[in-house]
């Protein structure tokens, strides 16, 4: 794919400063359209929802309009619930609205949402929803019903916040300001176990499915280590070195993690110098054993987004392009196939790629079989628009208008 040579903002630059995110505040982007409902299936296909100047929020991998968004809506934010059945949104059309839209029952519900959230995400049971959004101290959370209405009066301050849901369960990790803490009874968020500050050095905790362990990072005086952590217990493993800020996504089946190093380190599992504070741009990305500590080699890059398949075999990564912006890469054995470079929306950029690390739970862009990637990018003329790249095809085709696009869960 190719993009407009005048364009002036440079998003390879901009894609140096992700790792930067791990000690910020998440910032509500302002008039912004990001869409809204979704469902896993409509007629037995793969829905791709979709935001910005596009015909339909929910449309086909051939781009055919599935559903429509409801007049006078201006949705963002779309967020699946883990079994794709819900998509919780933003509505900004008037006075901002949490709309949350059940496909199987074809309902949907329009409440007035307490702030303008910039992050949902459902729990792995799909009975809550925890929404952060602008607070008196930086970012604040809410948790919500499945219809959208809050949960109880109660909500959570910090500078900075990032959470993880149990897996297929209603526990909440999460960490803020530096700190980690569990939530077992999310109608009650003043009363939280403390699991210890391990610092800033990773955003949202990983949960290790089947378990009830996560990965943290502890960062001991400069020293950050990739640590298992028993949630009941706080009994902790030593996984080894962390260099810098760190990204964390586990397999489904628990067997192993993707570990995104925020610098560059000598090799992997190699001690590793962390003297100065500063991101590397050439960091690299490790597979960590989560039984033995081995350490495979993914990319000696630097990794901004990472999703697992399914079946625990695939990995799709979105790397900074050797040629200009971004490419993802997907990676099976040891081998890696390139799918090509392309440019990012802003609106995909700075709302996602940027916070990626917090978002791993919930959008998607590999599709449910894991052999096509769906992204918003900029066009020849400097237009964004939705595109598929299929895996072994030698260029993407655009398939919508949008500014950002995400697959039903799979």
């Not at 364009?7 to 302002?30: D, K, N, W, Y």
């Not at 009994?235 to 489904?252: E, T, Y």
């Not at 993690?257 to 110098?273: K, N, Q, R, Y």
């Not at 040629?323 to 470079?341: A, C, I, K, M």
Request: some cysteine.
């Amino acid at each position: 794919m190719r993009w407009a040579a005048s364009m002036t903002i440079s998003f390879r630059s901009l894609a140096l400063l992700v790792p930067l995110a791990a000690g910020c505040t998440q910032i509500a982007p302002e008039d912004l359209e990001i869409p809204g409902p979704t469902s896993t299936v409509f007629d037995g296909l793969d829905a791709i929802a979709v935001g910005g100047d596009a015909s339909g929020v929910l449309i086909t991998p051939e781009g055919a309009e599935l559903l429509a968004t409801p007049e006078g809506a201006l949705l963002r934010q779309p967020t699946w619930s883990r079994d794709g059945r819900r998509v919780a949104s933003i509505d900004l059309g008037n006075a901002p609205r949490v709309r949350v839209f059940d496909v199987v029952e074809e309902t949907s519900t329009s409440v007035d949402a307490r702030r303008n959230y910039f992050f949902f995400s459902w729990s792995g049971d799909g009975s809550a929803i925890a929404a952060l959004g602008p607070g008196p101290v930086g970012t604040t959370l809410d948790i919500l019903r499945p219809d959208g209405t809050p949960l109880s009066a109660g909500s959570l301050d910090a500078g900075s916040f990032y959470l993880a849901w149990e897996p297929n369960g209603d526990d909440l990790l999460v960490h803020r300001d530096g700190e980690l803490e569990l939530v077992r009874d999310v109608a009650d968020l003043a009363t939280r176990e403390p699991l210890g500050a391990p610092g800033q050095s990773f955003l949202a905790p990983a949960w290790v499915p089947g378990t009830r362990d996560a990965l943290i990072v502890a960062d001991r005086e400069g020293d950050a280590r990739l640590i298992r952590i028993d949630v009941d217990t706080a009994s902790k493993r030593d996984l080894g070195p962390v260099a810098g800020s760190a990204g964390i996504v586990v397999s489904p089946d628990g067997s192993r993690a993707l570990l995104a190093h925020g610098m560059s380190g000598p090799g992997p599992g190699a001690e590793i110098d962390i003297a100065n504070p500063v991101q590397d741009s050439s960091a690299p990305t490790e597979l960590i054993d989560l039984e033995s500590g081995e350490r495979t080699l993914v990319s000696a890059l630097p990794t901004f987004w990472a999703e697992w398949s399914p079946d625990g075999e695939r990995l799709a990564l979105l790397h900074v392009s050797a040629e200009q912006g971004f490419e993802w890469v997907v990676w099976t054995d040891d081998v890696s196939e390139p799918l090509g470079s392309w440019l990012p929306s802003p609106v995909f950029f700075r709302d996602y790629v940027f916070f990626s690390w917090q978002f791993v739970e919930s959008p998607r862009v590999r599709s449910p079989q894991s052999d096509a990637i769906v992204y918003a990018g900029i066009d020849e003329a400097g237009e964004t628009g939705i595109y598929i790249h299929r895996v072994g095809d030698g260029a993407a085709t655009r398939i919508s208008d949008g500014d950002v696009a995400f697959w039903t869960p799979g």
